[in-house]
C-alpha cells in the first residue's frame, strides 16, 4: 500500500518562472494539503482540498493555485517564482470520514536561483 | 504571538537519559494535539497524539494541559536514534488544518 508520493523530489527554477509540483494521496485518503516548509521553521498551511475544491486556505499570495482531481491526486501551482519561495513543500493526505492525523508525502525540494 | 511555541533547542543530551520538550498554543479552542518527529532533510512523521489524560508509547510519555495551553513530551532513556527535531502541532477545528511550532532540535551524544 502505497503511502502519499510527491513528485519531483528536487526542483531547480529562476526568479519569474513558474512551477508544479505533484502529489497522489495514501490508497483510502480523499484529502489533500499543502504546506511550505522553509530551512529552520514548521510547516506553514498553504491550502486542503477537499472533493476537488479548495476547502480552506493559508496566508499564501495569489500566486499559489492548487487543484484535486477527481482520482484524489492534487498539484500545487506557483507563479512569479520569488527567492523566498525557496523551500521543502510537503503534501499530506487525509480521511475526512475517519478523523486520523495526517499522512505526509517525502516532499519537493525548491531552490529558486 | 506565535500560534504554536517551542525552544527551538539544542537539546544536548547523553544516550540514557531523560528529555522533557514544552509548548505552547494561543488558540483555547484547539481540539487536536500532535508531536510529529522530522529527520534532516526528510518530511515530518506523526510520532504520537496527546490526549487529555495523557498518554504513553514506550520510552515517550505526552502530556496536555488545557488549562495552561500547554502540551509536553517526555523522552525517557534516550537513544542516538532519537536525535531529530520534534514538532508540536495543533489541530484548531476538524479542518485538517495543522499549525506547526518551529520545533525543537534534539542530539543525543554516545
Known amino acids: 500500500d502505497a503511502g502519499v508520493t510527491q513528485s519531483p523530489t528536487h526542483l531547480i527554477k529562476t526568479r519569474g518562472q513558474q512551477v508544479t509540483l505533484r502529489c497522489s494521496p495514501k490508497s483510502g485518503h480523499d484529502t489533500v494539503s499543502w504546506y511550505q516548509q522553509a530551512l529552520g521553521q514548521g510547516p506553514q498551511f498553504i491550502f486542503q482540498y477537499y472533493e476537488e475544491e479548495e476547502r480552506q486556505r493559508g496566508n499564501f499570495p495569489d500566486r499559489f493555485s492548487g487543484h484535486q482531481f477527481p482520482n484524489y491526486s492534487s498539484e500545487l501551482n506557483v507563479n512569479a517564482l520569488l527567492l523566498g519561495d525557496s523551500a521543502l513543500y510537503l503534501c499530506?493526505?487525509?480521511?475526512?470520514?475517519?478523523?486520523?492525523?495526517?499522512?505526509f508525502g517525502d516532499g519537493t525540494r525548491l531552490s529558486i536561483l | 504571538r506565535k500560534e504554536v511555541e517551542q525552544d527551538p533547542g539544542p537539546f544536548n543530551v547523553p544516550e540514557g537519559a531523560t528529555v522533557a520538550f514544552n509548548c505552547t498554543y494561543s488558540n483555547s479552542a484547539s481540539q487536536s494535539f500532535f508531536w510529529y518527529r522530522q529527520d534532516c532533510r526528510k518530511e515530518p512523521k506523526l510520532l504520537m497524539s496527546?490526549?487529555?489524560s495523557g498518554n504513553e508509547d514506550g520510552r515517550f510519555t505526552a502530556q496536555l494541559n488545557r488549562a495552561s495551553q500547554y502540551i509536553s513530551l517526555l523522552i525517557r532513556d534516550s537513544k542516538l536514534s532519537d536525535s531529530a527535531t520534534y514538532l508540536c502541532?495543533?489541530?484548531?477545528?476538524?479542518?485538517?488544518?495543522?499549525?506547526f511550532g518551529s520545533g525543537t532540535r534534539l542530539l543525543v551524544r554516545p
Open positions: 496527546v490526549y487529555s
Open positions: 499530506a493526505s487525509s480521511s475526512l470520514a475517519e478523523n486520523q492525523p495526517q499522512h
Open positions: 502541532v495543533v489541530n484548531e477545528d476538524s479542518s485538517y488544518k495543522l499549525i
